[in-house]
């Protein structure tokens, strides 16, 4: 059991012997209050389970995109082989004709100089685009696990609100206090830095695509 959980149902433990606790030692509550006590508790455990459900959820569908990542990765690098396989036999074809060339020495020099120069540029092209390929799989990877912070930290936020707005109301247990609101104040910020960091990901990726369909072409 991951930590989260094991602090959820630690959470559901302690209010249910605070409750047993304030049942023995004192009068009250009535039994309406200890009926809606109840209640709470049983919607706390329904917001347990859904949020279990939801992780379970996020792991598959992490599962699938990682596959998926990794299935692109595959293909390009094949590409990027196919490529240079194509290169190598261009070379060598170059190399067959240049020593069956029966021009002058000036002319032969020259178009040596020239393919050379030519396929020094090639091979640069096909080495920078795997790299520019690895680096464009490496940030989409960091900009899903950005999204899956971000959204963390909006979870983690949305239940502190939701103690902040019970003592805002009036309506709070005992439990309930200005904390939980300093408390959420504080994982709003935490929000903020998350999506931050995701769109400073987003717009350096743009940025790694646009770069990509300038350069790539050259390879065809």
């Known amino acids: 059991m991951t930590s989260w959980k094991i602090s959820l149902v630690a959470g559901l433990v302690v209010g249910g012997l605070l409750t047993t606790a304030v049942w023995h030692r004192t009068p009250g509550p009535t039994q309406e209050e200890f009926d809606l006590l109840q ?3 049983q919607q706390l455990i329904a917001q347990k389970l859904a949020v279990e459900q939801e992780f379970e959820a996020f792991q598959t569908q992490s599962a699938l995109d990682i596959e998926q990542v990794r299935t692109e990765l595959k293909a390009s690098q094949q590409a990027i082989e196919d490529q240079k396989a194509e290169f190598e036999q261009k ?9 069956s060339l029966v021009v002058t020495k000036k002319k032969l ?11 020094e540029q090639q091979k640069a092209v096909l080495d920078n685009s795997k790299a520019l390929y690895q680096q464009q799989l490496e940030l989409q990877k960091q900009i899903r696990t950005a999204k899956a912070d971000v959204k963390k930290a ?8 939701q103690a902040c707005d019970e003592f805002k109301s009036g309506t709070s247990w005992n439990w309930v206090s200005q904390a939980d609101c300093d408390k959420y104040e504080a994982r709003l910020k935490v929000v903020e830095g998350e999506q931050a960091q995701l ?4 717009q350096e990726l743009d940025q790694l695509n646009q770069r990509i369909e300038i350069e790539i072409p050259k390879l065809k």
């Open 91 to 99: 070379m060598a074809a170059m190399t067959t004709e240049k020593k």
């Open 154 to 161: 909006e979870q983690v936020a949305a239940e502190f609100k």
């Open 39 to 41: 209640q709470k508790n």
């Open 199 to 202: 769109a400073a990901l987003e």
């Open 109 to 119: 020099d020259t178009q040596v100089v020239k393919l050379t120069s030519t396929a």
